[in-house]
């Protein structure tokens, strides 16, 4: 019972970081508010990792690497696909990475299930409806669609190492993790000469979308060192989308057309389905 609530708080810490994350990426260039974001989640784990006490569980942590590099090049194709187009399209479309642990699992051996099958094509059919806007006389891709194709691929490639990470302990993975992310950002601050600027009247919220994004990959973490299944962990993580959604909805009063609407949630339910269904 205790992986499917940390892979629902999981989901829920992601949702909120990301509709922050998106709001704040209308306002700051996405590189700056991953770089001044993440080293708040750094700190919150340096310092668990220091009261703990543990060492390194095995050398399978190194994995956590592989899928930093994977889910902060996502983040950062988020950012900038959410501050380019409506939340409500980005987010769902980037939840269809939930389907690649499948796929990964078909790879492996495992087969894909009829259930599966059709969740697949409801995901990709839905990202499709959801990407297209109706304009007078033509039909056009909604902003922000590119990069939200991007970050399905690059969170596609978060789940499996992550996972497999994962599979003794929660902490030094995802400290590890974060020590990966902030140092990939920085690097990049320093090569494209771009600090951050402009970030004093942003702090409370770039504090809290690194405290969220980092609290949603320990508690992935922690579901995962929980022997929970990687589909189950999967489908209930990646309802983070809902969240992003939602809120959108709520704060920011987006609406998009009726066919992208039908489309976010045959996608959604198309996620479902693909995780669920093994």
């Given amino acids: 019972m205790l992986a499917p609530l940390l892979a629902l708080g999981a989901s ?46 095995g050398p399978e942590v190194a994995w956590a ?40 699992g078909a790879l492996s051996g495992d087969p894909i299930t009829t259930l599966q099958w059709i969740g697949f094509v409801a995901a990709l059919g839905g990202s499709v ?34 996972h497999t990470a994962s599979a003794h302990d929660w902490l030094w993975p995802s400290f590890l993790f974060r020590c990966t992310s902030v140092t990939m950002v920085w690097l990049a601050v320093a090569v494209l000469r771009r600090p951050p600027r402009g970030i004093r009247p942003h702090w409370r919220g770039l504090v809290a979308i690194g405290l969220l994004d980092t609290g949603g990959n320990a508690l992935f973490a922690g579901a995962s060192s929980s022997h929970g299944l990687l589909s189950v ?32 949630a045959i996608a959604l339910a198309g996620v479902v389905l693909i995780t669920a269904g093994g």
Wanted: proline share 5%; charged share 10%.
């Fill in 65 to 104: 690497a592989l899928a930093a590099v994977m889910g902060t090049l996502g983040l950062l194709t988020f950012y900038r696909g959410m501050a380019a187009g409506a939340i409500s399209v980005v987010a769902p479309i980037a939840a269809v990475a939930a389907g690649v642990p499948v796929i990964w």
């Fill in 12 to 57: 829920l810490s992601w949702g909120v970081g990301d509709f922050l994350g998106g709001v704040k990426a209308r306002a700051l260039p996405a590189l700056t508010v991953l770089a001044a974001s993440q080293p708040f989640g750094l700190l919150a784990l340096g310092i668990a990792v220091a009261a703990r006490g543990t060492g390194i569980p």
């Fill in 233 to 264: 962990v999967s489908v209930l993580s990646s309802l983070y989308p809902v969240v992003t959604v939602l809120l959108a909805r709520w704060v920011l009063g987006e609406r998009v057309q009726r066919t992208q609407d039908i489309g976010v």
């Fill in 129 to 162: 409806a959801a990407s297209l806007e109706r304009h007078p006389g033509r039909v056009g891709v909604a902003a922000g669609v590119g990069w939200a194709v991007l970050t399905m691929a690059a969170f596609g490639g978060y789940y499996v190492p992550m």
